[in-house]
């Protein structure tokens, strides 16, 4: 077995854990229900949006049962999300603090700013999310140049000099033949996939992909399979049974095979096990399509993504998707691979021939901080992949010490802390808010219901000091909360965090 596989981590909670959390959803429930008794009866005010008393006949607009958990439950919680930033959102960043009178149905400002608050929650593995006028000099030159907007499509007269110039550096990055590159990292998948297959086609995706890939695999008509994650006796018992049943009724071959994968799960920090999937992909004749929204320019030496991590040739992999949202601190997403696949998209797909083109600023964002990473800047080569590796290891080492359960890979900046129980998600958050601690936490539907987490993500803009301060306070709301499960034990490993290990090779 490959050893990044063997550093993957999904221990399961002790069963009292999974008993008070079936407990907790249970009672909220009932309370919800006693809520909703006293509304209809009168005696407590709805703040939800409802039909009129004359359109009570009239096919419901809002489902009423479908709302209770938005109404009873999420809205108790709900200050733990979408708090206003009030300032550039790099590893720390500023908060505007907000209170509520009627238990979260509206809030207000106070008027204060929570300042300088850690961000554990923003997707800025490499640190590119900065506002330093020397590194963006490039990016205010080119704004000056061609303004903030294109105004229309690439096929109209929206195709800029600096599109191609971003094309070829992402073909040349990835090794592949051809990209093309796109406004809207969801639109990347939604509207991409419905190009590739069609009726007639099957998709097996991973039960864990994002909702990207399951809006995309859906607006394609294709018939869509879910294999169990990361499983490849699933997998493969699927694709032996499409092989030799085609497709139902008919038992006619399908015209394609499609397999969907991402190379970090955004909820689990897993890693793909990718040469398992490409050695299916070949053996049953299917075609692969990699997501690397969370993996590219955040695992492999310099930041080449899973086929770099496991030395797989980025040819074996059919379609290659990535965002620029991410790593990049930009927008937008690409697909690459071979030549003919991106000209055929570049006249088939609803992203290409209907989006407007991408922002000059956001092309130049990425161009800079592309060639950053390979060193063509002035800096060194994987200067900050080396300590994106560094504070990765360093943070999921020290958390496994101190006795939480987290979920994924070692090599992954995705960490998902398991806090399980309802009541423990809207605590947490507040406190590490208290100590001025930005998180994420995450629960039902999102994820499963007995596995609400808090997920955090590493960035190469986290100094130690800020790894420690956060370290500190988890350790302190941690014992505060009982939030400790898990009964592995690990012994401190010092020699793990030496900077000396995440060195290239001279």
Same mark, same amino acid.
């Given at each position: 077995?490959?050893?990044?596989?063997?550093?993957?981590?999904?221990?399961?909670?002790?069963?009292?854990?999974?008993?008070?959390?079936?407990?907790?959803?249970?009672?909220?429930?009932?309370?919800?229900?006693?809520?909703?008794?006293?509304?209809?009866?009168?005696?407590?005010?709805?703040?939800?949006?409802?039909?009129?008393?004359?359109?009570?006949?009239?096919?419901?607009?809002?489902?009423?049962?479908?709302?209770?958990?938005?109404?009873?439950?999420?809205?108790?919680?709900?200050?733990?999300?979408?708090?206003?930033?009030?300032?550039?959102?790099?590893?720390?960043?500023?908060?505007?603090?907000?209170?509520?009178?009627?238990?979260?149905?509206?809030?207000?400002?106070?008027?204060?700013?929570?300042?300088?608050?850690?961000?554990?929650?923003?997707?800025?593995?490499?640190?590119?999310?900065?506002?330093?006028?020397?590194?963006?000099?490039?990016?205010?030159?080119?704004?000056?140049?061609?303004?903030?907007?294109?105004?229309?499509?690439?096929?109209?007269?929206?195709?800029?000099?600096?599109?191609?110039?971003?094309?070829?550096?992402?073909?040349?990055?990835?090794?592949?033949?051809?990209?093309?590159?796109?406004?809207?990292?969801?639109?990347?998948?939604?509207?991409?996939?419905?190009?590739?297959?069609?009726?007639?086609?099957?998709?097996?995706?991973?039960?864990?992909?994002?909702?990207?890939?399951?809006?995309?695999?859906?607006?394609?008509?294709?018939?869509?399979?879910?294999?169990?994650?990361?499983?490849?006796?699933?997998?493969?018992?699927?694709?032996?049974?499409?092989?030799?049943?085609?497709?139902?009724?008919?038992?006619?071959?399908?015209?394609?095979?499609?397999?969907?994968?991402?190379?970090?799960?955004?909820?689990?920090?897993?890693?793909?096990?990718?040469?398992?999937?490409?050695?299916?992909?070949?053996?049953?004749?299917?075609?692969?399509?990699?997501?690397?929204?969370? @993996?590219? &320019? /955040?695992? +492999?030496?310099?930041?080449? *993504?899973?086929? =770099? %991590?496991? #030395?797989?040739?980025?040819?074996?992999?059919?379609?290659?998707?990535?965002?620029?949202?991410? @790593?990049? &601190? /930009?927008? +937008?997403?690409?697909?690459? *691979?071979?030549? =003919? %696949?991106? #000209?055929?998209?570049?006249?088939?797909?609803?992203?290409?021939?209907?989006?407007?083109?991408? @922002?000059?600023?956001?092309?130049?964002?990425?161009?800079?901080?592309?060639?950053?990473?390979?060193?063509?800047?002035?800096?060194?080569?994987?200067?900050?992949?080396?300590?994106?590796?560094?504070?990765?290891?360093?943070?999921?080492?020290?958390?496994?010490?101190?006795?939480?359960?987290?979920?994924?890979?070692?090599?992954?900046?995705?960490?998902?802390?398991?806090?399980?129980?309802?009541?423990?998600?809207?605590?947490?958050?507040?406190?590490?808010?208290?100590?001025?601690?930005?998180?994420?936490?995450?629960?039902?539907?999102?994820?499963?219901?007995?596995?609400?987490?808090?997920?955090?993500?590493?960035?190469?803009?986290?100094?130690?000091?800020?790894?420690?301060?956060?370290?500190?306070?988890?350790?302190?709301?941690?014992?505060?909360?009982?939030?400790?499960?898990?009964?592995?034990?690990?012994?401190?490993?010092?020699?793990?965090?030496?900077?000396?290990?995440?060195?290239?090779?001279?």
């Amino acid at each position: 077995m490959n050893n990044t596989y063997q550093r993957e981590s999904f221990e399961q909670a002790p069963m009292y854990v999974a008993v008070m959390t079936y407990l907790g959803f249970g009672i909220v429930t009932l309370f919800g229900y006693l809520r909703d008794f006293l509304r209809a009866v009168g005696l407590e005010k709805c703040h939800l949006a409802q039909e009129r008393d004359e359109q009570k006949d009239f096919v419901p607009l809002y489902q009423d049962f479908e709302n209770f958990y938005t109404r009873n439950l999420y809205m108790r919680v709900r200050d733990n999300w979408n708090r206003p930033v009030c300032s550039l959102p790099g590893p720390v960043f500023d908060l505007m603090e907000r209170v509520s009178d009627d238990y979260n149905w509206t809030f207000r400002f106070t008027g204060r700013t929570i300042h300088n608050a850690i961000n554990m929650g923003s997707y800025n593995y490499l640190g590119f999310a900065e506002n330093n006028a020397d590194f963006l000099k490039t990016v205010a030159d080119i704004t000056h140049q061609y303004g903030v907007g294109v105004c229309s499509t690439r096929q109209e007269i929206g195709n800029l000099s600096i599109h191609e110039e971003l094309e070829e550096l992402v073909a040349s990055f990835l090794g592949v033949e051809s990209t093309m590159t796109f406004g809207m990292g969801f639109a990347t998948n939604s509207m991409n996939i419905p190009a590739l297959v069609g009726k007639g086609c099957l998709i097996l995706s991973d039960e864990l992909n994002h909702t990207s890939l399951i809006l995309g695999a859906r607006l394609s008509g294709a018939t869509i399979r879910v294999f169990k994650h990361n499983n490849m006796h699933s997998l493969e018992k699927m694709l032996r049974e499409a092989v030799c049943s085609g497709q139902p009724r008919t038992h006619r071959p399908w015209k394609k095979i499609l397999i969907m994968v991402e190379g970090i799960y955004s909820m689990e920090g897993s890693v793909v096990q990718l040469p398992e999937i490409v050695a299916l992909k070949k053996k049953y004749k299917a075609y692969l399509y990699l997501d690397e929204a969370h @993996s590219i &320019g /955040a695992v +492999g030496a310099s930041g080449r *993504g899973v086929t =770099e %991590l496991f #030395d797989v040739n980025p040819a074996d992999v059919d379609v290659m998707m990535g965002t620029f949202t991410k @790593s990049f &601190g /930009a927008a +937008g997403g690409y697909i690459a *691979g071979k030549k =003919e %696949l991106v #000209d055929y998209l570049r006249s088939h797909s609803h992203s290409a021939v209907y989006a407007s083109a991408m @922002s000059p600023p956001v092309t130049e964002q990425i161009i800079r901080a592309m060639k950053c990473i390979l060193g063509k800047d002035g800096g060194r080569e994987g200067e900050r992949i080396r300590q994106l590796a560094e504070n990765t290891r360093y943070f999921r080492a020290r958390l496994k010490e101190m006795g939480f359960i987290i979920y994924g890979n070692d090599d992954s900046p995705v960490v998902p802390i398991l806090l399980y129980m309802p009541g423990k998600v809207a605590a947490f958050a507040r406190e590490m808010l208290e100590r001025k601690i930005g998180v994420v936490v995450v629960g039902f539907p999102a994820t499963p219901i007995s596995e609400a987490r808090a997920r955090f993500c590493l960035s190469a803009a986290h100094t130690r000091a800020m790894l420690d301060q956060v370290l500190h306070h988890l350790n302190e709301v941690g014992d505060a909360l009982c939030l400790k499960f898990s009964q592995r034990k690990y012994s401190p490993r010092p020699d793990l965090y030496e900077e000396t290990d995440f060195e290239l090779d001279s």
